[in-house]
């Protein structure tokens, strides 16, 4: 991995962190990342069509928009503007391109460079023992892939990796396909990222999403943000909180870094929020040790019962726990048995911190706990999701206006495809709900996820494995395991808009399979097309392309997949992928008969703003097996990294989209130029022995005892939890062990990595 260019290092600076965000530089910023990528027309024909009724989903994060009559006219962030600009580039990848470079080569380029190359144009394949994609047609391309998938021996050899980036028409095409060819290996990038919240969630409440609308975050007494950076991955939200606040509501920000967007907010699309000091954001700010919030949560429940005990039928909702719920008694005696000394062990925080917390939880009827992978990405991050549930339970903040669960979600469709019955283990219901749609029996036998998916490559049991809208390669963990793996199958294909990793990183043969962004304009036999998506509050809504499609060679990816199911399955099925292909209303109309909650489907979604799926949590119905809501009890688990080792987290900066740098800075944070860096905590830096800025390898500590090693990292001092460090996904993807992954929900632990530095010279000594 470290022959992989890393532009920027050389230049790097370092400012204090900022204490506020999303102000005019915000706005500024956007901007010119668009004129860097393409002309004015083009920019103003994207920026202006974002999240309107009449436009395209901003294929950012899953943040839902207001009501169609109280949004703004530029209902957009700055990095909603930056992923759409990076998609409406100007920039092309011919096969001019690919001629003159060699995979190989590509190899080598950073992910940065890679995506700057542009929009993807034709179809391309890479012939067995060849260093050099080639052009192929699109009947030509589609067949090979066919033919490979029918020469398996068994379906399950066969891998359809998607990201949330997908719109719900293609992904409910893409698992009938699967389903249909008669696996159900489709993982997805949910195993890696919300996993643990569907899996708590399912388990306690009987439904894997979130219960919270817009008008509840509005309206909520108390909103916990916890383990999410919102200033950067969710800057809408910021909106939302500081109407929480306006209204007298309160928020208490938990996370181990002082990140820019929970202390202060200036909003860019007011004339209030570009000069002054904007909003103060967090009342109070937990800087909590890493993986601490299970602790937090369970020290919040003990003082909750404590509190009760004092002044019986006061404190907890008795109506809600006797006629709603199971399990109480239970939970009521294992929650006692925590001991203060554990809890500030795990947390590192005072009690009177905590004791300040549970006063405002005694002063709120209606309380909100958000959540993103501060918490699902760590070995108990199931656990420490149940045990908000208990919290949220106890004085009946589930189900009712302004109170609730709101997992925060990433990929703006990836609740949406899930819906669709993207998942490797979707249940029964649905699968019998296909076969009386479509005739067919629909495989039972639960699928592969991310992580399984890299162990069946590697042990030659996965030999195919076509990827949708994603970058399979530098999501997963394990970065030299995952390549090898790859490198292992008969065939890699990728149905992408640009380039990335995954498309150099290539099994015997490999296939390229460009496509139409959100932003293009989508025309089919019956007309221009639209897709729909849900946000993270179960809203569902049309998106519509509106600019000239990037190359008169691209397919969209209904299209791709309808042909390729054709050719793999052949006519003997009772699915009319022609139709499908050619009207997507014929896929909706589907959609409606097999999905819960679709019923008229295309007429409701035409509607402004679309409509909302129901949550019976909402209801006071909970589809559990006992009907009942369910308390838990969950054992003390904390996380300890052995003397003279950090526990590392791997995040997100400022300008990157997932797997994909858009520039070297992170101006929230004050650095510039440089992506291989590392945040410590100046007391550690002290007790190491390094020097700021020194140079260091990252070496990471597992059970198995391979040494995985990210050279060539610059130490910055940074006010992050003592004992704990930060550095970028996924340049140190390469560090998370492939074993390593949260209980039950299997999501690598990518926020929890056990790792010593070496300063680099060490090892490059003679
Ligand atoms: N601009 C932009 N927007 C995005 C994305 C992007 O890459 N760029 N990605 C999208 C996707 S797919 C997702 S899933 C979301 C991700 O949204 P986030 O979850 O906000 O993303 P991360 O950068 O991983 O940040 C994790 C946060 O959790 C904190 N944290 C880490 N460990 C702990 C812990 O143990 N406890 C607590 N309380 N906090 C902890 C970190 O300090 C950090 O603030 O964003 C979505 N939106
Ligand atoms: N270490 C570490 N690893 C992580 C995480 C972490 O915090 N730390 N986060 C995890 C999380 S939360 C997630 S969600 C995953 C993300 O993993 P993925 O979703 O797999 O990765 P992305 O970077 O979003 O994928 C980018 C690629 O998608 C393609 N693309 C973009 N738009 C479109 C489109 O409209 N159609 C098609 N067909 N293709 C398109 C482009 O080719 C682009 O290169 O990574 C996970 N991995
Ligand atoms: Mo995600």
Same mark, same amino acid.
């Given at each position: 991995?470290?022959?992989?260019?890393?532009?920027?290092?050389?230049?790097l600076?370092?400012?204090?962190?900022k204490?506020?965000?999303?102000g005019?530089?915000?706005v500024?910023?956007?901007?010119?990342?668009?004129?860097g990528?393409?002309?004015?027309r083009?920019?103003a024909?994207?920026?202006?069509?974002?999240?309107?009724?009449?436009?395209?989903d901003?294929?950012?994060c899953?943040?839902?928009?207001?009501?169609?009559? /109280?949004?703004?006219?530029?209902?957009?962030?700055?990095?909603?503007?930056?992923?759409?600009?990076?998609?409406?580039?100007?920039?092309?990848?011919?096969?001019?391109?690919?001629?003159?470079?060699?995979?190989?080569?590509?190899?080598?380029?950073s992910?940065?460079?890679?995506?700057?190359?542009?929009r993807?144009?034709?179809?391309?394949?890479?012939?067995?023992?060849?260093?050099?994609?080639?052009?192929?047609?699109?009947d030509?391309a589609?067949?090979?892939?066919?033919?490979?998938?029918?020469?398996?021996?068994?379906?399950?050899?066969?891998?359809?990796?998607?990201?949330?980036?997908?719109?719900?028409?293609?992904?409910f095409?893409l698992?009938?396909?699967?389903?249909?060819?008669?696996?159900?290996?489709?993982?997805?990038?949910?195993?890696?990222?919300h996993?643990?919240?569907?899996?708590?969630?399912?388990?306690t409440?009987?439904i894997?999403?979130?219960?919270?609308?817009? /008008?509840?975050?509005?309206?909520?007494?108390?909103?916990?943000v916890v383990?999410?950076?919102p200033?950067?991955?969710?800057?809408?939200?910021?909106?939302?909180l500081?109407e929480?606040?306006?209204?007298?509501?309160?928020?208490?920000?938990?996370n181990p870094?002082?990140?820019?967007?929970?202390?202060?907010?200036k909003?860019?699309?007011k004339?209030?929020?570009?000069i002054?000091?904007?909003?103060?954001?967090?009342?109070?700010?937990l800087?909590?040790?890493p993986?601490?919030?299970?602790?937090?949560?369970?020290?919040?429940?003990?003082?909750?019962?404590?509190?009760?005990?004092?002044?019986?039928?006061?404190?907890?909702?008795?109506?809600?726990?006797?006629t709603?719920?199971?399990?109480?008694?239970?939970?009521?005696?294992?929650?006692?048995?925590?001991?203060?000394?554990?809890?500030?062990?795990?947390?590192?925080?005072?009690?009177?911190?905590?004791?300040?917390?549970?006063a405002?939880?005694?002063?709120?009827d209606?309380?909100? &706990?958000?959540?993103?992978?501060?918490?699902?990405q760590?070995k108990?991050?199931?656990?420490?999701?149940r045990?908000?549930?208990?919290f949220?339970?106890?004085?009946?903040?589930?189900?009712?206006?302004?109170?609730?669960?709101?997992p925060?979600?990433?990929?703006?469709?990836?609740?949406?495809?899930?819906?669709?019955?993207?998942?490797?283990?979707?249940?029964?219901?649905?699968?019998?709900?296909?076969?009386?749609?479509?005739?067919?029996t629909?495989p039972?036998?639960?699928?592969?996820?991310?992580v399984?998916?890299?162990?069946?490559?590697?042990?030659?049991?996965?030999k195919?494995?076509?990827?949708?809208?994603?970058?399979?390669?530098?999501?997963?963990?394990?970065?030299?395991?995952?390549e090898?793996?790859?490198r292992?199958?008969?065939?890699?294909?990728?149905?992408?808009?640009?380039?990335?990793?995954?498309?150099?990183?290539?099994?015997?043969?490999?296939?390229?399979?460009?496509?139409?962004g959100?932003s293009?304009r989508?025309?089919?036999?019956?007309?221009?097309?639209? &897709?729909? &998506?849900?946000?993270?509050?179960?809203?569902?809504?049309?998106?519509?392309?509106?600019?000239?499609?990037?190359?008169?060679k691209?397919?969209?990816?209904?299209?791709?997949?309808?042909?390729?199911?054709?050719?793999?399955?052949?006519?003997?099925?009772?699915?009319?992928?022609e139709?499908?292909?050619?009207?997507?209303?014929?896929?909706?109309?589907?959609?409606?008969?097999?999905?819960?909650g679709?019923?008229?489907?295309?007429a409701?979604?035409?509607?402004?703003g679309?409509?909302?799926?129901?949550?019976?949590?909402?209801r006071?119905?909970?589809?559990?097996?006992?009907?009942?809501?369910?308390?838990?009890?969950?054992?003390?688990?904390?996380l300890q990294?052995?003397?003279?080792h950090?526990?590392?987290q791997?995040?997100?900066?400022h300008?990157?989209?997932?797997?994909?740098?858009?520039?070297?800075?992170?101006?929230?944070?004050?650095?510039?130029?440089?992506r291989?860096?590392?945040?410590?905590?100046?007391?550690?830096?002290?007790?190491l022995?390094l020097a700021?800025?020194?140079?260091?390898?990252?070496?990471?500590v597992?059970l198995?005892?391979?040494?995985?090693r990210?050279s060539?990292?610059?130490?910055?001092?940074?006010?992050?939890?003592?004992?704990?460090?930060?550095?970028?996904?996924?340049?140190?993807?390469?560090?998370?062990?492939?074993?390593?992954?949260?209980?039950?929900?299997?999501t690598?632990?990518?926020?929890?990595? &056990?790792?010593?530095?070496?300063?680099?010279?060490?090892?490059?000594?003679p």
């Amino acid at each position: 991995m470290s022959t992989i260019e890393d532009p920027g290092d050389e230049r790097l600076s370092v400012t204090p962190p900022k204490t506020w965000a999303t102000g005019l530089p915000a706005v500024t910023h956007a901007l010119q990342y668009s004129f860097g990528q393409t002309s004015v027309r083009r920019t103003a024909l994207t920026l202006l069509n974002i999240n309107q009724t009449k436009g395209f989903d901003c294929p950012g994060c899953a943040w839902p928009e207001p009501a169609p009559g /109280q949004r703004h006219k530029n209902e957009y962030c700055e990095n909603g503007a930056k992923h759409i600009s990076d998609e409406a580039t100007s920039r092309r990848v011919t096969a001019d391109f690919f001629r003159q470079h060699s995979i190989s080569e590509l190899g080598k380029k950073s992910d940065y460079w890679l995506n700057q190359q542009g929009r993807l144009t034709e179809p391309m394949i890479k012939h067995s023992g060849s260093d050099h994609y080639e052009s192929i047609g699109w009947d030509e391309a589609l067949g090979l892939l066919a033919d490979e998938l029918r020469g398996l021996d068994t379906p399950n050899e066969a891998l359809f990796y998607t990201s949330g980036r997908l719109g719900n028409e293609a992904a409910f095409l893409l698992q009938l396909f699967a389903r249909a060819f008669g696996t159900n290996n489709l993982p997805d990038c949910s195993n890696m990222c919300h996993e643990s919240s569907g899996f708590a969630l399912n388990e306690t409440l009987g439904i894997g999403k979130g219960s919270v609308s817009l /008008q509840d975050v509005h309206d909520a007494d108390l909103i916990f943000v916890v383990g999410q950076n919102p200033g950067t991955n969710h800057p809408r939200m910021l909106s939302a909180l500081e109407e929480t606040k306006r209204n007298g509501g309160q928020i208490i920000a938990v996370n181990p870094l002082p990140e820019a967007g929970l202390m202060r907010f200036k909003h860019p699309q007011k004339p209030r929020g570009v000069i002054g000091r904007g909003t103060a954001i967090a009342d109070q700010f937990l800087q909590i040790r890493p993986g601490g919030d299970l602790a937090l949560f369970q020290a919040l429940n003990l003082l909750l019962l404590q509190a009760e005990d004092e002044r019986p039928g006061t404190v907890l909702d008795r109506s809600f726990i006797d006629t709603r719920t199971t399990g109480f008694a239970d939970f009521a005696e294992h929650a006692r048995k925590i001991s203060w000394p554990d809890i500030l062990a795990s947390t590192g925080l005072t009690r009177g911190e905590i004791e300040r917390v549970h006063a405002r939880v005694m002063h709120s009827d209606k309380i909100i &706990v958000c959540w993103a992978m501060g918490l699902t990405q760590h070995k108990h991050g199931v656990p420490t999701i149940r045990e908000i549930v208990n919290f949220l339970m106890l004085r009946g903040n589930i189900g009712k206006p302004g109170a609730g669960v709101c997992p925060v979600r990433g990929h703006s469709n990836v609740q949406g495809d899930r819906t669709m019955g993207i998942w490797e283990r979707m249940p029964k219901p649905f699968l019998d709900s296909l076969e009386r749609e479509f005739g067919f029996t629909p495989p039972t036998e639960h699928g592969l996820d991310s992580v399984d998916s890299i162990r069946a490559m590697l042990k030659g049991r996965a030999k195919v494995f076509l990827g949708v809208a994603g970058n399979f390669v530098r999501a997963t963990p394990d970065s030299d395991a995952t390549e090898k793996a790859m490198r292992r199958c008969r065939l890699t294909a990728h149905i992408s808009t640009k380039l990335n990793r995954s498309h150099t990183v290539c099994g015997r043969t490999a296939l390229i399979l460009p496509t139409l962004g959100r932003s293009d304009r989508d025309v089919q036999a019956s007309g221009e097309q639209f &897709v729909t &998506v849900e946000d993270s509050m179960s809203e569902v809504h049309a998106s519509r392309g509106r600019l000239a499609p990037a190359s008169d060679k691209l397919l969209s990816e209904v299209a791709i997949i309808s042909r390729l199911a054709r050719l793999t399955l052949g006519e003997q099925l009772a699915i009319p992928w022609e139709e499908f292909e050619a009207d997507y209303n014929t896929i909706r109309d589907r959609i409606a008969r097999v999905v819960p909650g679709f019923e008229d489907f295309t007429a409701r979604v035409k509607r402004p703003g679309g409509f909302r799926l129901p949550n019976p949590v909402n209801r006071g119905v909970f589809p559990t097996p006992s009907g009942k809501a369910v308390f838990t009890c969950n054992a003390f688990q904390m996380l300890q990294a052995p003397k003279g080792h950090l526990i590392l987290q791997t995040l997100r900066s400022h300008d990157q989209w997932n797997t994909v740098p858009y520039a070297m800075n992170d101006r929230y944070r004050g650095i510039r130029n440089a992506r291989r860096v590392v945040l410590v905590n100046p007391a550690d830096l002290e007790e190491l022995g390094l020097a700021d800025r020194s140079e260091v390898d990252l070496v990471s500590v597992w059970l198995d005892g391979v040494e995985r090693r990210a050279s060539g990292f610059r130490v910055i001092s940074y006010p992050t939890t003592p004992g704990s460090a930060a550095a970028y996904y996924p340049e140190t993807n390469v560090l998370v062990p492939l074993d390593s992954v949260a209980d039950f929900s299997n999501t690598p632990t990518s926020k929890s990595i &056990v790792v010593r530095l070496e300063p680099t010279r060490e090892r490059t000594a003679p």
